[in-house]
C-alpha cells in the first residue's frame, strides 16, 4: 500500500487496510471467515452499546468474542455521554482491542435518539467529554469514525470544530465517511474531501465509503495520497477475500465452499435459530457476485430456517451461475 503517509507511522497498525465496523455482520463468525483470507491489518467487531457489552459473556458472546486468528479487533463502542466508561473499560481491556473506535457516525434511530453516532459527533459538549473519559482510562490507540455533519450551509465550519475537540480530546486518528449525517448511503462518498481533511489535521485520516478494491484508489490517487489508510465495508462482505486479494488479483476462490463454510462458523457461534438473521444479510450481499445474484437473494430472503436457506443457496450456486466481474454495490441496502 503507498497510501501510508508519516503520520501513520505513529500508529501500531500497519499496513493499514481495515475491514469496517458493520452491525450484523462483523461478528466473531464473519471475523474468522475473513481471518481464512487474511491480507486485512485490522478488523472491527460490529457497533457494541457500552451499556449493554457489560452484560456480555467475553468467552461466548460472538459479538465481543474472538479468536486469536483473527489478529488485530477493533472493539467499536456505541457510546452516548451517559455511559459508565470504566466499568465499560474493565469489561473490554481484558480482551486487548488493538484499538477502540467511538462511532460517530451512525445515524439510526436507535443510535441517534441514545445520543451516540451523528447526535454524539453534534452535541459537541458530550463529544469532547467521551473522548476524554475514554481516553483516562484507556492507553491505546483511540479512533473516531465519523461522517461530514449536518449537511447546512458551511457545513465545513463545524465539521472542522469537531475536528479541533476530536484533537484537543485525545484521540488518535479519524475515519472519515465522507457523506452527510442523514445521507445513509445515497449520492457518492466525496473521495475529494480525504485529502481536505488530512490537510486540516494532525491526526491520521483514514479513508471509508465507496472504495471497490485498489482499482478505485487507481483511479484517482491523489485522494488518497494524504490518507493514513483505507477502510473497506460492504464489498468485504461481497468478497471476504478483498484483502488478500489486494496484492494478489489472481487469487482463486470457491465461492459456494466459502459460503458453506462461513454457514458451519455461523451456526457455531450464534445457534441455528439465531444464525438465520446474519446469514441472510451475508447472502444479501455475496449474491452480488452473481450476474443474477437477485434470484440467489429472492429466494433465501424468506427462507425460514437456515438449512432451507442452505438449500437455496446450493442449488443456486452449484449451477454454475454467470459472475459479475468485478462485483459491484448492491442497489438496495
Ligand atoms: C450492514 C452494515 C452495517 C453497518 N454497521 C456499522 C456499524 O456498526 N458501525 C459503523 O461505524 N458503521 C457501520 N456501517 C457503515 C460502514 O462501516 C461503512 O462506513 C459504510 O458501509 C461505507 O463503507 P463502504 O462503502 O466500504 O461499505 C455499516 C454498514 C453496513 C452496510
Not at 45 to 54: D, K, N, S
Not at 174 to 182: D, E, K, S, V, W
Not at 207 to 223: C, E, F, K, S, V
Request: with cysteine; aromatic share 10%.
Amino acid at each position: 500500500m503507498q497510501v501510508l503517509k508519516d503520520k501513520a507511522a505513529t500508529t501500531p497498525i500497519s499496513p493499514t487496510l481495515l475491514c469496517a465496523p458493520m452491525a450484523g455482520v462483523t461478528n466473531s463468525a464473519f471475523r474468522r471467515l475473513l481471518a481464512d483470507f487474511g491480507g486485512y491489518s485490522a478488523i472491527y467487531t460490529e457497533l457494541l452499546a457500552g451499556r449493554q457489552m457489560v452484560h456480555e459473556d467475553a468467552g461466548k458472546s460472538p459479538y465481543i468474542k474472538r479468536r486469536a486468528e483473527e489478529g488485530k479487533v477493533i472493539y467499536q463502542l456505541l457510546l452516548t455521554g451517559q455511559d459508565s466508561i470504566p466499568r465499560i473499560m474493565d469489561h473490554l481491556l481484558p480482551l486487548n482491542p488493538a484499538a477502540i473506535d467511538i462511532n460517530c457516525g451512525c445515524g439510526g434511530k436507535y443510535v441517534r435518539q441514545a445520543g451516540g453516532g451523528v447526535a454524539l459527533f453534534e452535541n459537541r459538549g458530550n463529544l469532547a467529554k467521551v473522548i476524554k473519559d475514554v481516553r483516562r482510562e484507556y492507553a491505546g490507540l483511540l479512533m473516531l469514525k465519523i461522517r461530514l455533519g449536518r449537511e447546512v450551509p458551511d457545513w465545513q465550519k463545524p465539521f472542522l470544530e469537531r475536528i479541533r475537540i476530536i484533537e484537543d480530546s485525545g484521540a488518535d486518528v479519524i475515519t472519515l465517511h465522507p457523506r452527510f449525517a442523514g445521507q445513509h448511503m445515497k449520492r457518492g462518498a466525496k473521495h475529494e474531501l480525504f485529502s481536505w481533511l488530512a490537510d486540516n489535521t494532525r491526526l491520521p485520516v483514514i479513508a471509508n465509503g465507496d472504495i471497490l478494491g485498489p482499482a478505485t484508489i487507481a483511479r484517482n490517487p491523489r485522494h488518497f495520497e494524504k490518507t493514513a489508510g483505507i477502510m473497506v465495508g460492504r464489498m468485504a462482505i461481497i468478497c471476504p477475500w478483498l484483502f488478500a486479494a489486494w496484492d494478489n488479483p489472481g487469487l482463486k476462490v470457491d465461492h459456494l465452499k466459502t459460503w458453506l463454510r462461513f454457514y458451519d462458523y455461523l451456526l457455531e457461534d450464534f445457534g441455528e435459530k439465531d444464525a438465520l438473521g446474519p446469514l441472510k444479510l451475508f447472502t444479501k450481499y455475496y449474491a452480488q457476485n452473481y450476474a443474477f445474484g437477485h434470484i440467489l437473494y429472492t429466494a433465501t430472503r424468506s427462507a425460514p430456517t437456515v438449512q432451507a436457506l442452505r438449500e437455496q443457496a446450493i442449488r443456486f450456486m452449484s449451477a454454475q451461475p454467470a459472475m459479475t466481474e468485478p462485483p459491484t454495490l448492491p442497489v438496495i441496502y
